[in-house]
């Protein structure tokens, strides 16, 4: 699967933004999806993943509460609702797919996109 991700910009603190992940091929919906984030030379920190049928989430303890991840299946599309931003918040986002289950660990998923960048000014 080739992942397309978009959305990502400047924004205030306080702020909402939601990013966009688009999928190519017919088996969107056997893929686990999440978004991981990458501040500067650090590593990718787990922000959020959404199981196949998307009735499973979980959550970075960083975004919880402010962020929501969904997917559209039909469109072959992942979402993140981001809200609330904090300069913290500011990193270029990836979404990534496995099909195995929800992972925190950036190294089980097999799959990913481009990076989108986010920039939180306060």
């Known amino acids: 699967v080739q992942l397309q991700a978009s959305g990502g910009g400047l924004v205030q603190a306080g702020d909402s933004l939601r990013l966009s992940c688009a999928a190519s091929?017919?088996?969107?919906?056997?893929?686990?999806m999440a978004w991981f984030r990458q501040a500067g030379g650090n590593e990718r920190d787990f922000v959020a993943a959404?199981?196949?049928?998307?009735?499973?989430?979980s959550y970075g303890d960083s975004v919880k509460g402010r962020f929501t991840i969904s997917r559209d299946n039909a469109k072959n599309t992942v979402y993140l609702q981001m809200g609330s931003l904090k300069p913290e918040d500011t990193a270029a986002y990836y979404c990534?797919?496995?099909?195995?289950?929800?992972?925190?660990?950036?190294?089980?998923?097999?799959?990913w996109g481009q990076g989108t960048l986010v920039t939180v000014s306060s």
């Open positions: 091929g017919r088996t969107f919906g056997t893929y686990v």
């Open positions: 990534a797919a496995n099909k195995k289950w929800i992972y925190r660990d950036s190294a089980m998923y097999d799959y």
């Open positions: 959404v199981s196949w049928s998307g009735t499973t989430t």
